[in-house]
């Protein structure tokens, strides 16, 4: 069989496509179109149809003066609908008047946030795509000078910053179970918006991460101390948010091992710690995993031994609990790896080739895609026709706009 070459101009990544080119066989190139193909199929989350196996990740873009979205952000996600993303995860939305310190982060209470919240889901719908609201309370991240609500006190479970210093103070029970409702109430409200599914921000060292990492929670009561207890919180705010929207709706959890500015942290050390905690948040009603990690591609626990060993944490998430899992973390940033097709003497990539082996292994079942879809709405329908030489990458300039 001949090796296959690429045209001598071909772009930036010329030399790069040649050495990969130059290596694939006509039957690799067909098995690498029909991998592809796959992420195109279907995938139910209980009640919900996804038509792909896309998601958008939530990135926080403060451009909701007032905690209201405006026709500009009803816009954004809708482009994103319409370009084929199958589940848009919105950025986090403050459950609370306490939740967070700005004022341009949106809000799931209050009339008129509720009634742009609606015009949002109907304007994604109309486009054919599926959609959830992140509800984020920030805990200690809130800061003690924050600009929305400033009279009101920063808790979190011990008053510790994701750093270990002290900020805001520890909250009361009574405080917690205020929380719990809170978000159970956010829930309620994103039911009656129309939204399909809601996910629970419990990654990233906000407020229920800050209560499973020992690393924030110092607690000795209920609360704190074991692994057990230190997930008590989150699972009792899971099945609130589960007992609100009924048994149909999908939640899911978004976690993450990794800490503002702490790259290394863990709350799970072992395979079998991440099977007590997610096992814990499972019974209590979550129905999805969203296993938020930089790379995707890296193993979560590469001490394990055997085959598990390369999984990555939505693989491990899937293995300990049976449940369906989200993967994400620099989708389309990584060149290390790509895949190359040749048609007409041209070279096109994809840089998929580690996204496509997990997903051949079922680590995950849908992947989320963040800061492309920032500079490029329509990367999902561009890779779904083959269009990978009309990507626009990621440019962090487009963090400061709605493209």
Known sequence: MPKL??????????????????????????TGRAALADLFTPVDLGSLHVPNRFAMAPMTREFSPEGTVTDEVVSYY?????????LLITEGVYVSEDSGPSTRVPRLFGGSQLEAWKRLVEAVHAEGGLIAPQLWHLGAERGDHPQYNLELPTLSPSGLSSSGKARGRAATVAELERIRDDFARAAVAARAAGFDAVELHGAHGYLLDQFLWEGTNRRDDRY?????????????????????????????????????????ARIAKTPAELEILLGSLAEAGVSVFHASTRRHWEPAFPEAEGPDAQLGLAGWAKKVTGLPSIAVGSVGLNQAFQVAFQEGG???????????????????????????????????????????????????EDRETLS
């Open 5 to 30: 070459t690429c045209d001598e101009g071909e772009g930036r990544n010329a030399k790069r496509l040649r050495e990969v080119a130059a290596s694939m066989t006509l039957e690799s190139i067909e």
């Open 78 to 86: 809708a482009r994103r609908a319409a370009a084929g993303v199958g």
């Open 346 to 396: 041209r070279a096109e990539t994809t840089g998929f080739e580690p996204l496509l082996e997990q997903f051949a292994r079922g680590e995950f079942d849908l992947m989320a895609v963040g800061r492309v879809l920032l500079s490029d709405p329509a990367w999902v329908a561009k890779v779904r026709d083959g269009r990978f030489d009309e990507i626009l990458p990621f440019n962090a």
């Open 224 to 264: 704190g101390a074991s692994l057990e207890a230190r997930t008590r919180f989150p699972a009792e705010v899971a099945a609130a948010v589960r007992a609100a929207v009924g048994p149909e709706m999908p939640v899911i959890f978004r976690f993450s091992q990794w800490k503002s500015g702490d790259y290394a």
